[in-house]
């Protein structure tokens, strides 16, 4: 299987701030990766694939086994738990999650 | 608008049986690939189970293959999970999530564009 690591574990920004989360694929999946945000008590949302994206701020960039989530510009409705995801190979590992929480 | 509405969730013995549904609406479920993905109690996301559109082709996390069935029914835009020999360690929200598979330059990717709202399952004596 597919190991997913994600770093950091958690993090507090202030809004404005421009934050950065790297997931790491323990073998090489191309560009087959997605990012996810989730709420407390709600479903995950997809925010980023290979053939998406969502809102402006928030970008995704790596091939191969080093990938990056990037949000230019912290809103208060994006403090949330993010996952990484590959979708190379089943099964479809997720990342262990980055806890986004407010300064 | 794209819906998708888990059920048959509950508690159950360790040992015991459940069939989780997902019912979709407001898109052509017959073209997508459909997932089931779970999340134990404070815990991370973890895939447990795909089939394609036609169900022609399964495919199962090793911590289930054996005891889950994934199966789903066209006619009735409804995904199924069948869910035997429950463990503790399967109590979790499961959620089922829809794949559209999208393809660029000739490379398919999958991606779970919508997601139900959950579904509780706890095993326990």
């Known amino acids: 299987d597919i190991q997913m690591t994600q770093s950091p574990s958690s993090l507090s920004a202030s809004v404005g701030d421009r934050v950065t989360i790297t997931c790491r694929a323990s073998q090489r999946i191309s560009s087959h990766l997605n990012w996810y945000q989730q709420k407390p008590g709600k479903a995950p949302e997809l925010l980023i694939s290979p053939t998406s994206t969502f809102p402006s701020r928030f970008s995704g960039s790596g091939s191969g086994t080093d990938f990056t989530l990037t949000i230019s510009s912290l809103q208060p409705e994006d403090f949330a738990t993010y996952y990484c995801q590959q979708s190379y190979s089943t099964p479809y590992t997720f990342g262990q999650g980055t806890k986004l929480e407010i300064k | 608008e794209v819906q998708l509405v888990e059920s048959g969730g509950g508690l159950v013995q360790p040992g015991g049986s459940l069939r989780l549904s997902c019912a979709a609406s407001g898109f052509t479920f017959s073209s997508y690939w459909m997932h089931w993905v779970r999340q134990a109690p404070g815990k991370g996301l973890v895939w447990v189970s795909r089939i394609k559109s036609d169900a022609s082709s399964t495919a199962y996390a090793d911590s289930v293959k054996g005891r889950f069935t994934i199966s789903r029914d066209n006619a009735r835009n409804t995904l199924y999970l069948q869910m035997n020999s429950l463990r503790v360690e399967d109590t979790a929200v499961y959620y089922c999530?829809?794949?559209?598979?999208?393809?660029?330059?000739?490379?398919?990717?999958?991606?779970?564009?919508?997601w139900g709202q959950g579904n509780l399952v706890s095993v326990s004596s």
């Open positions: 999530a829809r794949d559209p598979d999208r393809c660029n330059g000739g490379i398919c990717y999958s991606q779970f564009d919508y």
